[in-house]
């Protein structure tokens, strides 16, 4: 029996929940021997928190991967169902990165993963959550404060790029990923907030 159209979103979503659930910053420290990359610095899963372990290539392959686990489900989504169903395989994939089933519902902070999805839903949002992120990264060396600027840009930029169908998820993403960075503002306001190469940067993504 074919798949009722009306069907395509919710298979979207458990399509893009469960490949943005894939921990991988986790399954590579452990591939690489160092251990649960939980029970250093943030806790994170995401990016940040892998190059506390000292290993700038396990990060950066995180950082791919957890982009790429943004970008998959968008695409694959758009191909079969269309925009709306991008629209709802975006939104859970981030969901699946920071509430994964299969660590507690306990995961990263969604930036990269929503890189991965920005570029997913329309490449010059893509484009302009990645000039934002690494500007302010490179600026202030604060992966946090990076990572949230270019949420929020990533939203701004959906209307004005003519992409207005996917402000709602975007803009709802963001308001997901400020929140989770909550303790990180904290740090923020106080001044505290660690930047990137010190001994514990604090965004975790």
């Given at each position: ?39 250093i610095g943030s806790g994170n899963i995401g ?7 000292g290993n700038k290539g396990l990060a950066a ?145």
């Open positions: 029996m074919p798949t009722e159209p009306t069907s395509i979103p919710l298979w979207a979503a458990l399509l893009g929940y469960l490949i943005g659930s894939i921990p991988f910053g986790l399954l590579l420290t452990r591939a690489a021997g160092m251990g649960d990359v939980r029970k990016a940040t928190n892998v190059l506390r372990t392959g995180t950082l791919l991967l957890d982009l790429l686990k943004g970008l998959a489900p968008v695409l694959i989504a758009e191909c079969l169902g269309g925009e709306v169903a991008a629209a709802f395989a975006a939104g859970a994939a981030v969901l699946g990165h920071c509430f994964p089933v299969w660590l507690g519902f306990k995961g990263g902070k969604g930036v990269a993963t929503n890189a991965g999805v920005a570029f997913g839903l329309a490449w010059p949002v893509g484009l302009a959550y990645a000039f934002v992120w690494l500007s302010v990264l490179a600026i202030f060396r604060i992966s946090s404060l990076a990572g949230m600027a270019a949420v929020v840009a990533a939203a701004a930029a959906a209307p004005l790029f003519g992409y207005p169908q996917f402000f709602p998820v975007l803009a709802a993403i963001a308001l997901l990923i400020i929140y989770l960075h909550r303790a990180n503002i904290a740090r923020l306001a106080k001044g505290e907030e660690p930047r990137v190469g010190g001994s514990k940067d604090g965004a975790g993504g």
